[in-house]
Structures are given as structure tokens and as C-alpha cells.
């Protein structure tokens, strides 16, 4: 089959690989339709998260047709459409039955903190993801479900990540009505997480970010108030200035280990690998929250300290709440909202490029080109 490789850092290309196997009877292997690039994949494509190896495939966010199914398999079929969210948990652990399917306990025998997920290196399980023809898909019991008749497939490869993480983002904020909800980071993740603060009561939702087309594509979709972070002095004292002096009530960090903004940061991070990640948004997110405000960290981090403003958070009394966004959790409420035409996950795809076509698609995602929200990329299955 054709998929997707890293190679090295800002290196990937497309392959020939060994269709997966069954390896255990609860596994299914799933024919993939479409697939897409997350910002969480630029982490890897950048080299910043521990333990990627050379030949591993990426990709977290698919669908497609089940084309085989272990002899335990009872939820699906050969035949079946199925989205796919992109944890990999078993169901059962002390994690998975309290709903915390991204932090479950049983799939990833190379660290105790995360779980396991598609096309995320060894430190996630070492699982090949999506962004290929075929992808084994563990506890096919568990995580997959069938595509409802009436879904889109690119909304549901939508709901397959960014969606739901956008919308736990404004979960994890606690937002109550009226509130000031700042979010950081206008990619596919920021944008449904500004959206969901709508539906969540928010009174007023400004987006930050330094791109702006991304901004632009903010105030149409989210219909958020944006700001530039370069174009001011210093965003901390702008949002100030903004909440009379009082700070927002909820702030959502939805940038991760890459956040720009802050030379120190960026090169102690992305270069010497010094910190798990710039913490630049994060630390913006903390000065930016008024005292008693929500923090929602959404962004990734790898497992290295970063240099995080702990004691104001702390002298604040600060709620700060984060995690890999359990998929499954959020299906229910998203599939209503999906239905009902509340979300259109699709909405932020712009680009749809063809599988041998993926590093034109890092290369879009990772230097925001051409207008670039989510691309997706399509296998033109050759087996
Ligand atoms: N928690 C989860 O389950 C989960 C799931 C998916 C993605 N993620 C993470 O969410 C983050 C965003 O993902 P995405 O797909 O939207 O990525 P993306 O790369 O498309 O978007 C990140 C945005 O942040 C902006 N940015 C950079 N520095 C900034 C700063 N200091 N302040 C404000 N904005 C800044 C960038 O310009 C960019 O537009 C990534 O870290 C990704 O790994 C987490
Ligand atoms: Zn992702
Ligand atoms: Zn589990």
C-alpha cells in the first residue's frame, strides 16, 4: 500500500509499505477514504516530540470502509464506514470507564502519562496512523463507530479531532454565561474552540493570533473579535485594557509547543529542545485570565518542563485544566449539533489533496500558505 513516511525533520514522503495485519482478535483493518493534517503532526514533522522514529506513518485523523475484522470483533463489519476518534484506548481500565479514553492505561506500554494514538510516535504507542492506504485499528470495539447515514465524511473526519478539541477546549473552561473567552491560536482546534464558546454561553470571544488570514477566517466562522499579537505593544496589556482592567474570565491555549511570539522561548524549545515546548501562549493565557479565571490548555506539550508561569498562576488562584481530548466523550452532544446544523466540522477545510501529494500538504499546514486552514488528504487506494 501506499503511505505517508517521516523521513527526518521536514522530511516526509509517500511509500510503499505492507498492507497492516490482523495482530490481535479485537483489531479491524480499516480501508482509509480520507484523512487529514492536524497542527498536532507539525509537532512531529518538526521533530519536536520525543521518540518519533524514521519510517513511522502519521495521521490521527481518518475514516473509511472496514476491510477486515478479528474473530472477537462484534460492533463492526467488513463493509462498514466507520470514523475513527484518534485515542486508541481500551474501554475498560480504571481511565477508560471514567471517560478519560485519551489517558488510558492499556495501549501504550512506553509511558504511564498519555495513552494511545494513531501516527504519534513511540511516546504514543509507536501505532502507524492514517495518512496511508490502510491503518490497523486496535479495540475496533471500542473507539470506531459507524459513519451515521445522514453524515458528511469530511465532517466526520472533522469529528474524528480538531472538532471535538475545540470544543473540549470551551468545555474545559468552565465557561459561564456573559463570559470574556479569549482564545489563542486561529488553526482548525482555536477556530471550533471559539465557536463552541458561543454554544456554551460566552458573552464575548476574542481570537489571537499573528496570521491574518487565519483571523479573517475567525471573524466569519467564529464570529470572534480578533487580534494581531504583533500589531500591539504588548497583547497582555491590550487585554487588559479590553476587560477593564479586570481580565478575561476564560482563557483556552490553543497554540502548543511551537506557540511563537517570544525569541527566548522559541529557540530554548524548537532549537536546543530545552523545554517540552515554547510556553509563550500559555504564559499569556495565565497573565491574560483575571484572578479566579479558567485556563483550558488544549495546545500540546511534550514531556520536558517548559518554563511556565506557575507562581502567578498560583497567587492568582487560577483553574487550569487540560488534557488529549477524549473523542469519544464529545460524540453525542457533537453528533446533535452536527445534525441540527449548530457545526459544519467541514467548514474549515481548504485544502484536498491527493495522498502522493502529502508533503505539499506539510509544507502548506507548516508555513500557513495559500490561505491554509486543514488540508485533507485523499488515498486513491491503488490495492
Ligand atoms: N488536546 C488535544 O487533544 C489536541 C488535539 C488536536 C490538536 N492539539 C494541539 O492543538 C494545537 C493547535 O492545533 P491546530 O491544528 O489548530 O494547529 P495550527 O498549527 O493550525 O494552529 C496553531 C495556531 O497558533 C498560532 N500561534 C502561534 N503562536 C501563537 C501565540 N503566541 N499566540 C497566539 N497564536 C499563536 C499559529 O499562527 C497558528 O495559526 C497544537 O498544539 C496541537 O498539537 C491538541
Ligand atoms: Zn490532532
Ligand atoms: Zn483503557
Redesign the pocket.
Given at each position: 500500500m501506499r503511505a505517508m513516511v517521516y523521513r527526518g525533520p521536514g522530511r516526509v514522503r509517500v511509500e510503499e509499505k505492507d498492507i497492516p495485519a490482523i495482530e490481535h482478535p479485537n483489531d479491524a483493518i480499516v480501508k482509509v477514504t480520507c484523512a487529514a493534517i492536524?497542527?498536532?503532526d507539525?509537532?512531529l514533522y518538526h521533530g519536536m516530540m520525543p521518540d518519533l522514529r524514521v519510517g513511522h506513518t502519521f495521521g490521527h485523523e481518518f475514516v473509511g470502509t472496514v476491510h477486515a475484522v478479528g474473530s472477537s470483533v462484534e460492533q463492526l463489519a467488513v463493509g462498514d464506514r466507520v470514523m475513527v476518534p484518534?485515542n486508541i484506548c481500551c474501554g475498560s481500565c480504571f481511565f477508560c470507564s471514567r471517560g478519560l479514553y485519551?489517558n488510558c492505561h492499556n495501549v501504550n506500554p512506553n509511558a504511564s502519562a498519555i495513552g494511545g494514538i494513531y501516527g504519534y510516535s513511540h511516546s504514543c504507542g509507536g501505532y502507524d496512523g492514517g495518512q496511508a492506504e490502510y491503518v490497523r485499528v486496535p479495540f475496533a470495539d471500542v473507539g470506531p463507530t459507524p459513519i451515521p447515514e445522514w453524515m458528511d465524511e469530511e465532517d466526520a473526519t472533522m469529528l474524528t479531532?480538531?472538532c471535538p478539541?475545540g470544543y473540549?477546549?470551551a468545555q474545559l473552561g468552565e465557561i459561564r454565561e456573559g463570559d470574556v473567552v479569549v482564545v489563542?491560536?486561529?488553526?482548525?482546534?482555536?477556530?471550533f474552540a471559539a465557536k463552541s464558546a458561543w454554544l456554551m454561553g460566552a458573552g464575548r470571544v476574542i481570537v489571537?493570533?499573528?496570521?491574518d488570514y487565519?483571523l479573517e477566517f475567525a471573524r466569519q466562522f467564529a464570529h470572534a473579535e480578533t487580534i494581531n499579537?504583533t500589531q500591539v505593544d504588548d497583547i497582555v496589556q491590550w487585554m487588559k485594557e479590553t476587560t477593564e482592567f479586570l481580565g478575561a474570565d476564560v482563557c483556552i491555549e490553543?497554540?502548543?509547543?511551537?506557540?511563537?511570539?517570544a525569541f527566548f522561548q522559541h529557540v530554548t524549545s524548537a532549537k536546543f529542545k530545552l523545554q517540552g515546548g515554547s510556553p509563550?501562549?500559555l504564559n499569556?493565557c495565565i497573565d491574560s485570565v483575571r484572578k479566579g479565571g479558567t485556563v483550558s490548555v488544549?495546545?500540546?506539550f511534550g514531556p520536558l518542563f517548559s518554563a511556565v508561569k506557575f507562581g502567578d498562576a498560583m497567587n492568582k488562584g487560577l483553574t487550569i485544566r487540560t488534557?488529549?481530548?477524549p473523542v469519544k466523550r464529545q460524540w453525542p452532544r457533537l453528533f446533535e449539533h452536527v445534525r441540527n446544523g449548530v457545526l459544519k466540522p467541514s467548514d474549515v477545510v481548504t485544502h484536498r489533496l491527493p495522498l502522493e501529494e502529502i508533503a505539499e500538504g506539510y509544507h502548506l499546514?507548516s508555513n500557513?500558505l495559500d490561505g491554509c486552514?486543514?488540508p485533507l488528504v485523499i488515498p486513491s487506494h491503488t490495492h
Open positions: 492536524c497542527g498536532s507539525l509537532h484518534f485519551s479531532d480538531a478539541t473540549f477546549g489563542f491560536g486561529a488553526g482548525p482546534v482555536g477556530l489571537v493570533d499573528h496570521i487565519r499579537f490553543a497554540v502548543g509547543a511551537e506557540a511563537d511570539g509563550v501562549a499569556w488544549i495546545g500540546a488534557n488529549q481530548c499546514m500557513k486552514i486543514k
